[in-house]
Structure formats: structure tokens, C-alpha cells
């Protein structure tokens, strides 16, 4: 597979005072995918605005025509498989076919509390990603599901007519654990990291890079346990949160050689997120755009 720019736009503007403009301009600039968060809220945007990620996506789908479009990702937090399936068919059919999503066990945050309940541990949250991401599957293949698990159920659930994409529209799916490594080889279509948390505050990018050949050999394992080729798999790195943290955007050749490094790991596809002034994601736009436009033919 080429290589891919992608970006994120994070749903904090109002539709009409710069959310629609950044979505058409995402396509106008030709980026493959233009993914949100599926987050009630996230860090440090908690006490400000912050808009749903379902409703943005479907008002995005109207005004793009080529782009595709995800969540990048949506968690069991605060979702529940039954409806939320009937939702991701929704979008699908509403993008007329442009619709990934993206998955993972999330985190332990403002959603992972939200509703009230106490937070997950790190093992119930891979309990929860190992039925969601199965039952969302079944959800959105079969015309009706019932189901009882440790977690979820659903009682004849009709997704009737389907998704316009076939079986399904397709999972990407963000893990670096065993379990969750596993459930990318079985459904994902794509598999997404973010590099190693561990390293963000005191590492360096080559440590960073050695840590993700190492997720990448490890998704490959797993991949030959199931019998799977693992070339069938996107690979996804979601950027910002390696030990480079903005650097890459801070001119087109720092970003050439930021992709560069992570092409030759295997990646198909490197998203970034659109600046926001005074946050962890600002950047010079100006500069942005020049890479969404002349980055990959640098790259070929």
C-alpha cells in the first residue's frame, strides 16, 4: 500500500463559526480520511466547548463528497453495541459508503466515569473491547443478533438494510496489548497506534521507533496465529503523541523525514491533527497545509 495523509478535527467549533469550513477544507486539501474523537470530552478542552462526535460526522458527510471519514476512536466508555451500530449503519449509509471506524478499550478519563460508575480497571476494559468489538461485528454484518455476554446483550437487534460497504464498513482498530492485538488480526481492516506512552515524556524517537517495530512485530504474531496476512492490514500511526510530540509539523521536511522513518516500519497511513492555537496541538497552519499538499510527492 502507498502511504496516506490523514488528519483529525477535533469537535470543539460550533458548525457554523469554523467546523464546517475545517471539514471542507480538509477535503479541499486532499487528505484520505478526516477522523474525529468519540469523546463526551477529552483532557484539556474538558471546560469548553466540545461537540458530539456522531452528529459532527454526519454533518461533515454532507458537505464532503470524496473524503472518508471515522472516529478516531470510539470506546466502550460510554457506548453500548445495540445502538450505537444502528448509528455507525446510519453514517454509512448518510456518507454513502465513507465511513471507518475507528475502535479501541479506552481509557480511564472523564468518559471512562461519566455515566457514574466506577472506573474499569485495565483488565475489564480488555474484557469490554474483547465483546464489543465482536458483537459490533455481528451487528453490522447480520440482519438480526441476539446475544448474552458478560457485559453486553442484544435480543433479535435488526440492522436491516445493512452497511453500503461490504460485509461491513471496517474497523480500525487501536491496540498495543496482547488481547487487543489479537481482535485487530481477527476484524480490523486496520490496525492504529499511537506509539508507546511510556515514552512520551522522556524518550527519544529512536527508542520511539524501536518500540513501535516492536507493536508492529506483535501485530504480525497475532496475525499468524489466526492464519491471517498481515499485508492485508492498514497500518494507522495517529501522531502527537511519540516523543516528537509537534516537531513534525513544525516544517515539511521535519515531517518528510518523520514520515519517511515510519513508512519504512510498514505504516500506510499517517494521521495528524488539525492545529488548534494555545493547545497541545498547535501548529502553524500555514505550514499544515503545505505538507497535506506537497508531503507525498516528496515522499515517492
Known sequence: MSLRLSTVILPYRRWNEGGRAAWQRAEELDFYTAYTYDHL???????????????????????????????????????????????????????????????????????????????????????????????????LTEGSVSYEGAFYSAHEARNIPGCVQRPRLPFAVAATGPRGLRLAARYGQAWVTTGDPKLFESGTPEQSVRAIRGQLEKLADACAELGRDEAELGKVLLTGFTPDRSRPLESLDAFVDFAGRHRELGFTEIVMHWPIPDSDFAADEKVFEQIAMEALAQLR
Open 41 to 139: 470530552s477529552w483532557r484539556s478542552f474538558r471546560d469548553g466547548p466540545w461537540f458530539g462526535a456522531v452528529p459532527t460526522l454526519t454533518a461533515a458527510a454532507t458537505v464532503t463528497r470524496r473524503m472518508r471519514l471515522g472516529t478516531l476512536v470510539t470506546s466502550p466508555n460510554f457506548r453500548h453495541p445495540v445502538p450505537y451500530a444502528k448509528e455507525l449503519i446510519s453514517l454509512d449509509d448518510i456518507s454513502g459508503g465513507r465511513f471507518t471506524l475507528g475502535v479501541g478499550a479506552g481509557g480511564a478519563g472523564f468518559d471512562a466515569i461519566v455515566l457514574g460508575q466506577e472506573a474499569w480497571t485495565p483488565r475489564e476494559r480488555g474484557d469490554r473491547f474483547a465483546e464489543f468489538v465482536p458483537l459490533l461485528d455481528r451487528l
